[in-house]
């Protein structure tokens, strides 16, 4: 009798295979106000290894953390007209504080260029005061008509970089700097996604940007999903909130500005790009837990994992133990599956006779497949962080593979349509698509991911001769 | 001519002291909504090294993170009938989301014991998911009437804990570690703060709790400051919530929950327990900057002071180089004075010449002085760490002996508002003063900020006998 699958197979139902992993490997639920989300310590883990390594690639391009309220008032809104324009439909807006209608409303932060750009224009007087780099790890809301777990949620958690400088050259550059530097090499040295870095259309953009980089990663159902933007706000903020600066000509000038952000999105990514039928399949290099050494049965295996544990966790690898001989042993190797523990090593009685171990991949390369096999406990030290690297080039090498063979070039935008309908992406020169070509693809719920130039870099302007459009369904 | 002072000294008017540290060490400037704050780079960087000290203890007291809505549907709130009349009066309601006005208004937390028992209720079933152990980092919102940068803010950062038990008794130990080893023993050791461990009167405890322990530090104007507090919850959200679990027994049982809390606040306590009329003075096992290696002019002092920061810094010493000599020196050592570095070194075309440099301590130890001394460059990476010691000694030796000298024993009402508005505290026993004479101190904007036993240990209830009422103005 074959077993009963443990979560709806990718083929039957994406969408649903999604939500059953991230209920049964407990990464998060639903919030209680509709489009919000309760994210759980196996999902908050995942995010605070996340949060770890970007904050050091943050610091190390010059940024320092800093914290802005959650609540702005709601005329700094409307001081920079495009992006109230894109932003008023999505306020969640108070009203009413300790016990009283407030005077003005406020909304709560969707994103803080508004009231960073207040606290810059008092913060930066000289030429001597930039560049101005800032971060901040924060929630924001934005209301969500179709919400759904990590990838559209009502509230998420996310950095945002907001940064002044003297030129629109070096405001270029640094958004450009964090685009390839600190969130490309992150992605896909990381996470093991092989993501696409472009540059948004003008339909796309950032409401309030003059230019938006953007990260664009396939998912295993051939959608793409944004991974991160990186804007040029030119000076659209500091002309709204009088952000300018003496410079040394002694002139009065307008700063150029940046920001530039990702979000728990991220989460939904690594899930989407990696997961299979089984689970979450977790990169190593970010896995809190590479390797989880369980007990099948008996005290002896309990003293074993134990020792073999403190043994790799010496040897700087993450590992945890599972010594819960009470719980059946085939549902803890299912639930292990099912949270994506890179590398899995089984102990049993019959094992510890012969110092030895099952060791248990959970990335396998198909073409020398070796999922499971016997290896010798005091050689794991010396095996492991192999196996790991492994895994980890696996991962990226699937993501490349499956980006290669699901990315056609077309000519036209039925074909595009067609492409993408048929769940790949589609290439196709922006010259014979442009916004016209880009607004019929958006009755059919296919959008232009992002513009990139022939060689693969990204495209200075939008008319740059040779730029191809990306054209896909996205999440 | 005497220097004007940077700050208006302490003894003139220690509120306008503690607010203009705060703008001068570009600490935090105020929010534009009442009440709110912007934490600025060097403020936020002493947040983020406290939140790294106590998640790390969070976590060696076996709690996990996750992350909970900020959103909360306003009928949780009254789903407990204390807490819902504690904070009502607090509250921020958002009414309209998404350009509609909302069918049931959503608070913005002011805390979680209502969201967090939501999904409790539905986590735990069984005696084996016990007990279940949680900590956010997080925003929260309470309306102020009345607020003070860092000290009561309607916006603030902390953590908040949240567990539950199978019995009173495990709830009742685990809230009294969290207050010891992971509060106190962070208060004490790392931010130099000599803490009395206490527990709260029926008429200062939290709204819902049935205990509630608090550490109460003494400041520099001999008020006192609540820093951190940890609640025994009993079951009253778990009856609200229907939070019960199977027992061995077969039975179904609430569970007893505990929840307990750090904040931004801890920032102003830092501030206002180790500052002086020259600035902050950061402890340096809090400090991101132990120490500053300043070139007064020329550009070889400029090389050697990069030359001495990556020496001090390979060494394990949290250094940074200040080689900005087209700032006069004198303004920059008064920044780094308002800053508060532990200890600045001082290298001048002069000293080179001799291999020295001048090291100049931020805390002075009254009983041997040793302000400024010449030391030999070669010998600082030896010398160092002591220094740091010192520092870190003397601080926390400085809170000590000013809560010895500054509290008084007293035996009536009188006794104790006299002492308190003289800036000091003063110990009565709790079974003269009662409910009643607690009462009476309110009157004089006098409270007390706990109770402790005679021996210092915090007493199991209020009617302990040998309990002592502490009693102060407070933040």
Known sequence: MAKAPVLTPQADDFPRWYQDLINKAELADNGPVRGTMVIRPYGYGLWERMQQDLDARIKDAGAQNAYFPLFIPQSYLTREAEHVEGFAPELAVVTHGGGKE???????????????????????????????????????VRWELRPRVFLRTTEFLWQEGHTAHATREEARDYAAHIHRNVYADFMVNVLGIDV???????????????????????MRDGKALQLGTSHELGTNFAKAFHTEYLSKDGKQELVWQTSWGATTRLIGGLIMSHGDDNGLRVPPRLAAV????????????????REIGAKLRAAGIRAQVDDRIDTPFGRRAVDWELKGVPVRIEVGPRDLAEGTAVLVRRVVDPHSPGGKESVRIDELTELLPTVLEEAQTQLLRESRERRASRTSEV???????????AGGWARIPWADLGPDGEAELAGHSVSVRCLVAEDGSVPDSDDAPGTVALVARAY
Chains 1, 2 share one sequence.
């Open 290 to 305: 590479q390797v989880v050494v369980v007990a099948i049965k008996g005290d002896e295996a309990v003293t074993k994992v």
């Open 411 to 421: 000519a036209t935008v039925g074909e595009a349509v067609e492409a993408a309908t």
């Open 102 to 140: 407030l005077e003005e409303p406020i909304v709560v932060r969707p994103t803080s260029e508004t009231i960073v750009n207040e606290y810059f224009s008092k913060w930066v007087q000289s030429y001597r005061d930039l560049p101005l780099l800032i971060n901040q790890w924060a929630n924001v």
């Open 196 to 218: 696409v870095l472009g540059r948004k259309t003008a339909r796309e953009r950032f409401a309030g940007a003059i230019n938006t980089l953007t990260l664009e990663g396939m």
